[in-house]
């Protein structure tokens, strides 16, 4: 049974820094690209990052955290991490992160089969 646990979200202000983690069991996800997205209350979730197994590891961000938020991936501890500096107030979410079908990296969300429960982050000004 495929289970994705993310951890690390919690109350920062604006400026600051976080670092979101997303656990894999029950699944070799070492060829399959892992995605993060959120959702802010009102609001359709929304791509954030996500990066492949393509031999080596190619990763790809949305607009509005592109120099801001990195994504990498730990195989040895079935891990994908997201960090986040700079942080804002528009940053404030529920995030999740989702095991992908094939190693290519897509920003819609039908392309991931699993989903974890989230970690809410929120920013203050």
């Known amino acids: 049974q495929v289970q994705l646990v993310e951890s690390g979200g919690r109350l920062v202000q604006a400026g600051g820094s976080l670092r979101l983690s997303c656990a894999a069991s029950?699944?070799?996800?070492?060829?399959?690209?892992m995605g993060w997205f959120r959702q802010a209350p009102g609001k359709e979730r929304e791509f954030v990052s996500a990066?492949?197994?393509?031999?080596?590891?190619?990763?790809y961000y949305a607009d509005s955290v592109k120099g801001r938020f990195t994504i990498s991936r730990e195989y040895a501890k079935n891990t994908v991490y997201l960090q986040m500096n700079t942080l804002k107030p528009e940053d404030t979410a529920v995030y999740y992160c989702?095991?992908?079908?094939?190693?290519?990296?897509?920003?819609?969300?039908?392309?991931?089969?699993?989903w974890g429960q989230g970690t809410q982050v929120t920013v203050s000004s």
């Open positions: 989702a095991l992908g079908r094939t190693p290519v990296i897509h920003t819609v969300l039908r392309y991931y089969d699993y």
């Open positions: 029950g699944v070799t996800f070492g060829n399959v690209a």
């Open positions: 990066i492949s197994w393509d031999g080596g590891s190619t990763s």
